[in-house]
């Protein structure tokens, strides 16, 4: 694949799985604790998520480094993972009603430790995706993932920060990405299959 393939990969695969951090955010810089706290500054915005990304690609980098010690073939096979994912929330997401607790209720809690632990927290799928797609990019392609992830994250901030200054309801995008999430995982797995073929 070529370099401009990888870096639209990586960016296919941040969106899809950036959607709830994406949605917690927003909520996180839409105001004050109810109980008494201060609105989350756009500073710790930002860098939260840069530690949260750190932590998720770090793990992400051991997990392809594990994935490496297999043969090609079967490091390709992950990419069942993010297929099986993208069927299964494809599945849940037409046979859930909608009974879902309410946005709103994300914890809002002020300061950059907040907002990275509760991007780590949401950040089960990131390791599914990102492992198998950095073990399978290799170096130096996974440089280019990893560069992509970087770039995104200041246009995520500033989405939610506008996102947050709007009456817009997040059902709409939480809707959003409940389509576009299994459609991306499926396509990047398929992607990281491609090579169990070749």
């Known amino acids: 694949m070529s370099t401009v393939a990888w870096a639209m990969a990586a960016a296919g695969a941040f969106g899809a799985t950036n959607i709830d951090s994406l949605v917690a955010l927003t909520?996180?810089?839409?105001?004050?604790?109810?109980?008494?706290g201060h609105a989350l500054g756009r500073h710790h915005a930002l860098c939260g998520q840069y530690l949260a990304l750190l932590?998720?690609?770090?793990?992400?980098?051991?997990?392809?480094?594990?994935?490496l010690l297999l043969p090609?073939?079967?490091?390709?096979?992950?990419?069942?993972?993010?297929?099986?994912?993208?069927?299964?929330?494809?599945?849940?997401?037409?046979?859930?009603?909608?009974?879902d607790?309410?946005?709103?209720?994300?914890?809002?809690?002020?300061?950059?430790?907040?907002?990275?632990?509760?991007?780590?927290?949401?950040?089960g799928d990131n390791l599914a995706v990102y492992s198998p797609l950095l073990a399978h990019?290799?170096?130096?392609?996974?440089?280019?993932?990893?560069?992509?992830?970087?770039?995104?994250?200041?246009?995520?901030?500033?989405?939610?920060?506008?996102l947050s200054r709007r009456a817009i309801g997040l059902g709409g995008i939480r809707a959003l990405g409940e389509k576009a999430f299994p459609a991306c995982l499926i396509t990047?797995?398929?992607?990281?299959?491609?090579?169990?073929?070749?």
Do not use: Y
Not at 82 to 93: D, E, I, K, N, Y
Not at 115 to 120: P, R
């Open 101 to 123: 607790p309410p946005v709103e209720r994300v914890g809002r809690r002020s300061g950059t430790l907040a907002v990275a632990l509760l991007a780590i927290t949401c950040g």
């Open 188 to 198: 990047l797995g398929l992607l990281v299959l491609r090579g169990a073929l070749t």
């Open 137 to 162: 990019a290799g170096f130096p392609d996974a440089l280019v993932v990893i560069a992509v992830f970087v770039a995104l994250v200041p246009p995520m901030c500033a989405l939610a920060g506008w």
């Open 55 to 67: 932590v998720l690609l770090s793990l992400s980098a051991l997990g392809a480094a594990g994935l």
């Open 27 to 36: 909520v996180q810089l839409s105001g004050g604790n109810p109980r008494g």
């Open 72 to 99: 090609a073939r079967g490091t390709a096979l992950f990419g069942l993972l993010p297929v099986g994912m993208g069927v299964h929330a494809l599945v849940r997401a037409r046979a859930r009603k909608r009974n």
